[in-house]
């Protein structure tokens, strides 16, 4: 009877685990397909799919952002180019808006952004008006908005977002108080401190995998 009730509950967690698998691919391939930037809501649109409903069989973020990569690995060729041009165009970012100490955040840091992501930046600055005037400056038209932003578990904050176009691709600057430095703000995706690169960090990325890729070349 006890082994037959470890059976029941093994063979339990393999459907869920499956089942959570599966919940995951169909929301990245909703992503990449339907142009969905929202985990929650492709989460909930895969779910509705493929008929799984219980919570246990619902993937978390860092699940489906595992899948995402893996298709355009499997299936976007062109992803590979996406991802190489706007790191590149980020680090040229990042080197222009050195003054405010820019971090990369989001996609193109992760390395899941594809063709219609934008480059992601951190600005530092308690001046909420200094990158506006900065961007004025050197003629950059861009947009103004604000996003909510949790700050830590007990605090968030409206802050202000500037976005534009440059080199053929969007940009998306987050303008945050200078001593959000010691600690990354708390990612959407998770709920911990954001992943942010440096020019310098980004930099020896890039480099790490063109090393990487030559010697899998090789192989």
Same mark, same amino acid.
């Given at each position: 009877?006890?082994?037959?009730?470890q059976?029941?509950?093994?063979?339990?967690?393999?459907?869920?685990?499956?089942?959570?698998r599966?919940l995951a691919?169909?929301?990245?391939?909703?992503?990449?397909?339907?142009?969905?930037?929202?985990?929650?809501?492709a989460?909930?649109?895969a779910?509705q799919?493929l008929?799984?409903?219980?919570?246990?069989?619902?993937?978390?973020?860092?699940?489906?952002?595992?899948?995402?990569?893996?298709?355009?690995?499997?299936?976007?060729?062109?992803?590979?180019?996406?991802?190489?041009?706007?790191?590149?165009?980020a680090?040229?970012?990042?080197e222009?808006?050195?003054?405010?100490?820019?971090?990369?955040?989001?996609p193109?840091l992760?390395?899941?952004?594809? %063709?219609?992501?934008?480059?992601?930046?951190?600005?530092?600055?308690?001046?909420?008006?200094?990158?506006?005037?900065?961007?004025d400056q050197?003629?950059?038209?861009?947009?103004?908005?604000?996003?909510?932003?949790?700050?830590?578990?007990?605090?968030s904050?409206?802050?202000?977002?500037?976005?534009?176009?440059?080199?053929?691709?969007p940009?998306?600057l987050?303008?945050?108080?200078?001593?959000?430095?010691?600690?990354?703000?708390?990612?959407?995706?998770?709920?911990?401190?954001?992943r942010? %690169?440096?020019?310098?960090q980004?930099?020896?990325?890039?480099?790490?995998?063109?090393?990487?890729?030559?010697?899998?070349?090789?192989?």
């Amino acid at each position: 009877m006890r082994q037959a009730r470890q059976h029941a509950h093994q063979h339990a967690q393999t459907r869920t685990f499956e089942r959570r698998r599966s919940l995951a691919h169909e929301a990245a391939r909703l992503m990449v397909e339907g142009g969905i930037r929202d985990y929650h809501q492709a989460k909930l649109k895969a779910a509705q799919r493929l008929g799984i409903f219980d919570d246990a069989s619902l993937p978390g973020n860092r699940e489906i952002e595992d899948a995402l990569r893996e298709y355009q690995r499997l299936f976007q060729r062109d992803s590979a180019l996406a991802l190489r041009t706007r790191r590149e165009a980020a680090l040229r970012a990042l080197e222009f808006f050195a003054g405010f100490e820019p971090r990369l955040v989001g996609p193109v840091l992760e390395g899941t952004a594809d %063709a219609r992501t934008a480059v992601a930046l951190h600005l530092h600055s308690d001046d909420p008006d200094a990158v506006h005037r900065y961007l004025d400056q050197h003629a950059i038209p861009a947009q103004s908005r604000t996003r909510r932003i949790r700050l830590d578990r007990e605090r968030s904050d409206d802050v202000p977002v500037w976005v534009f176009s440059a080199e053929g691709l969007p940009f998306d600057l987050t303008v945050l108080p200078r001593d959000v430095l010691r600690q990354a703000p708390l990612s959407s995706i998770d709920e911990k401190p954001m992943r942010r %690169a440096s020019a310098a960090q980004l930099r020896q990325m890039v480099a790490d995998e063109e090393i990487a890729g030559y010697e899998a070349g090789r192989d």
